[in-house]
């Protein structure tokens, strides 16, 4: 029994050799002045960002288009483009087609009194504007709910027809984005994310997703889900159309040991590496995130620790000596020995 384990560890020395012979004869062939990827790399500390483009525009949350109730004459604007209004706020006065009537008869008459000058026709001629404007008092038009003036569409003394769009309003502005499908399951609501707008390159502004649409659309045979953002804080140079492209932070590790993804062999169920410290042997480690170039290690590696990479390494670990590998197999050789 004890010759058939004595067999099988001698079996399994000889692989572990076999690889690090045929790694340090490649490294061997290499050119010295090509010699700049290595075999040898060091878990480190680093960081991993991972995250999902997406582009779209800033529009509002809630956008409300206010019409006129009746057909009539604009006889004051109180509010601008982006003025905040409060709910009930008086938004415009329109006067209807019997009040417009009377009040301009009335005019009429007290302009020919004054050329006349005729003082009695005058008086009787103010007297019956004022009837009239008590009698007929112009229609307020009203917000019906906080938010900005996104759009004014009337100007004093215009003359509107019915459910005509006098202002639009805007209770807040957000991003609302397009996610291929191929992406849509990475993408969750309190997923955070960083806005820039084309208008506005410089600046970055962080939000996070609010809203995912449960229903797909085909848009140039690509199934896409309409995904909104809302922004942390909205910027008082957003406006309602501005193209925004957005990143969301699928994952943002800082910190965290890290080694360069072709350090990393699939055994079957198992991660595993080839650990190059005291007693040089294959480790089992866990892995976490990945950005494709490095992977996170959450367990089976400590930072400082050497493993041999299967192909060129990149990233922080990464040695710039062909004596790694040289020493880590002098110390496989020398725990062979000793065994």
Same mark, same amino acid.
């Given at each position: 029994?004890?010759?058939?384990?004595?067999?099988?560890?001698?079996?399994?020395?000889?692989?572990?050799?076999?690889?690090?012979?045929?790694?340090?004869?490649?490294?061997?062939?290499?050119?010295?002045?090509?010699?700049?990827?290595?075999?040898?790399?060091?878990?480190?500390?680093?960081?991993?960002?991972?995250?999902?483009?997406?582009?779209?525009?800033?529009?509002?949350?809630?956008?409300?288009?206010?019409?006129?109730?009746?057909?009539?004459?604009?006889?004051?604007?109180?509010?601008?483009?982006?003025?905040?209004?409060?709910?009930?706020?008086?938004?415009?006065?329109?006067?209807?087609?019997?009040?417009?009537?009377?009040?301009?008869?009335?005019?009429?008459?007290?302009?020919?009194?004054?050329?006349?000058?005729?003082?009695?026709?005058?008086?009787?001629?103010?007297?019956?504007?004022?009837?009239?404007?008590?009698?007929?008092?112009?229609?307020?038009?009203?917000?019906?709910?906080?938010?900005?003036?996104?759009?004014?569409?009337?100007?004093?003394?215009?003359? *509107?027809?019915?459910?005509? =769009?006098?202002?639009?309003? +805007?209770?807040?502005?957000? $991003?609302? %984005? !397009?996610?291929?499908?191929? @992406?849509?399951?990475?993408?969750?609501?309190?997923?955070?994310?960083?806005?820039?707008?084309?208008?506005?390159?410089?600046?970055?502004?962080?939000?996070?997703?609010?809203?995912?649409?449960?229903?797909?659309?085909?848009?140039?045979?690509?199934?896409?889900?309409?995904?909104? *953002?809302?922004?942390?804080? =909205?910027?008082?140079?957003? +406006?309602?159309?501005?193209? $925004?492209? %957005? !990143?969301?932070?699928?994952? @943002?590790?800082?910190?965290?040991?890290?080694?360069?993804?072709?350090?990393?062999?699939?055994?079957?169920?198992?991660?595993?590496?080839?650990?190059?410290?005291?007693?040089?042997?294959?480790?089992?480690?866990?892995?976490?995130?990945?950005?494709?170039?490095?992977?996170?290690?959450?367990?089976?590696?400590?930072?400082?620790?050497?493993?041999?990479?299967?192909?060129?390494?990149?990233?922080?670990?990464?040695?710039? @000596?062909?004596?790694?590998?040289?020493?880590?197999?002098?110390?496989?050789?020398?725990?062979?020995?000793?065994?």
């Amino acid at each position: 029994m004890k010759r058939r384990r004595k067999i099988t560890l001698s079996v399994f020395m000889a692989i572990v050799l076999a690889i690090i012979v045929l790694a340090v004869l490649n490294m061997r062939s290499v050119p010295e002045e090509s010699f700049s990827e290595r075999m040898v790399v060091v878990a480190e500390r680093g960081n991993i960002r991972v995250h999902v483009l997406a582009t779209g525009t800033i529009q509002p949350f809630t956008r409300v288009e206010i019409r006129a109730p009746q057909k009539g004459r604009v006889e004051e604007v109180r509010f601008d483009e982006g003025d905040r209004v409060r709910t009930g706020s008086v938004l415009t006065l329109l006067s209807g087609e019997d009040r417009i009537s009377l009040v301009d008869a009335a005019n009429s008459m007290i302009e020919e009194a004054k050329k006349s000058g005729d003082e009695d026709a005058l008086k009787d001629a103010r007297a019956a504007k004022e009837t009239a404007e008590r009698a007929y008092l112009p229609m307020s038009v009203t917000s019906p709910l906080p938010a900005t003036v996104i759009k004014r569409s009337c100007q004093p003394g215009q003359y *509107v027809g019915v459910n005509e =769009v006098l202002f639009v309003l +805007s209770d807040r502005l957000v $991003a609302g %984005v !397009e996610v291929d499908e191929t @992406d849509i399951g990475k993408i969750f609501v309190g997923q955070k994310a960083v806005i820039t707008l084309d208008a506005f390159p410089g600046d970055k502004v962080t939000g996070k997703v609010v809203k995912i649409s449960q229903e797909g659309r085909i848009v140039s045979n690509v199934v896409i889900y309409d995904v909104q *953002v809302n922004a942390e804080s =909205v910027p008082s140079n957003w +406006s309602s159309g501005m193209t $925004a492209n %957005v !990143e969301l932070l699928i994952h @943002d590790l800082m910190d965290i040991v890290v080694v360069p993804v072709g350090a990393v062999r699939q055994t079957g169920m198992d991660k595993m590496v080839m650990l190059l410290n005291d007693k040089p042997h294959p480790q089992k480690i866990e892995t976490g995130a990945t950005d494709g170039k490095m992977i996170q290690v959450t367990s089976g590696l400590s930072e400082g620790d050497s493993i041999v990479a299967i192909g060129p390494p990149s990233g922080p670990g990464a040695r710039n @000596d062909r004596s790694g590998a040289l020493r880590a197999l002098g110390r496989f050789r020398r725990f062979s020995r000793g065994r």
